[in-house]
């Protein structure tokens, strides 16, 4: 499984992004996952898409953040509105292979960057 993240730039505090992961020979079920990684912080997660159709979202982006995914189920998306400051990080894709309730497998996509700026 290789994963391919996109939409990553610089935008203005207000501002919106939408970030793409292709995920590439992916058969299993599976949930999405966006995570990010503040300058000088650890990662954190983001939003999830989980394979029962239900989302979560972090406390601090919920609101402004959706997330989505294509009918293949091969590409998840992160639309991200009303950008802050704080919101800049790396962003990381991450694809949980499911057996059950139980991660068989995770696979992490190399990250984009966003910075939001004036």
């Known amino acids: 499984v290789q994963l391919a993240e996109s939409g990553g730039g610089l935008v203005l505090p207000g501002g919106s992004l939408r970030l793409s992961c292709v995920a590439s020979g992916l058969t299993c079920t599976h949930d999405m996952n966006w995570y990010r990684q503040p300058p000088g912080k650890e990662r954190e997660f983001v939003s999830g898409?989980?394979?029962?159709?239900?989302?979560g979202y972090a406390d601090s982006v919920k609101g402004r953040f959706a997330i989505s995914q294509n009918n293949a189920k091969n590409t998840v998306y992160l639309q991200m509105n009303s950008l802050k400051p704080e919101d800049t990080a790396i962003y990381y894709c991450k694809i949980e292979c499911m057996i059950g309730t139980m991660v068989a497998r995770e696979y992490w996509g190399q990250g984009t960057q966003v910075t939001v700026s004036s």
């Open positions: 898409l989980y394979n029962d159709g239900s989302t």
